[in-house]
């Protein structure tokens, strides 16, 4: 079982930034990937980004330019940089990790923190 945790949400202005962290109650070195998807009101729950173990990190298409995510694997903590925020950037967002094995794939998710961008 992982537990994962998320801060930094908060509200903010368009054009404004904003960090999240996703910290986890494992070592992540074991997560095959860790990412953040958002949810707004309404709409279905879709990727904002992601890190496979490699290293390598695949953005949605409306956040690239933008958005940048990154670890830190003494911390177990997963960021989300979040820059140039525009309304349409408010949703919730939940941290995600995926867990790969022979037996099987294990998906977990964060509880959420809000994001509103708003003047």
């Known amino acids: 079982q992982v537990h994962l945790v998320e801060s930094g949400g908060g509200l903010v202005q368009p054009g404004g930034s904003l960090r999240l962290s996703c910290e986890a109650s494992?070592?992540?070195?074991?997560?095959?990937?860790m990412g953040w998807y958002r949810q707004a009101p309404g709409k279905e729950r879709e990727l904002v980004a992601r890190?496979?173990?490699?290293?390598?990190?695949n953005y949605g298409e409306s956040v690239k330019g933008r958005f940048a995510i990154s670890r830190d694997n003494a911390k177990n903590t997963v960021y989300l940089q979040m820059n140039s925020l525009e309304p349409e950037d408010t949703a919730v967002y939940y941290c995600?990790?995926?867990?790969?094995?022979?037996?099987?794939?294990?998906?977990?998710w964060g509880q959420g923190t809000q994001v509103t961008v708003s003047s």
């Open positions: 995600n990790a995926v867990v790969l094995r022979p037996i099987g794939t294990w998906t977990y």
């Open positions: 494992r070592s992540i070195v074991s997560m095959n990937t």
């Open positions: 890190i496979i173990s490699g290293g390598i990190a």
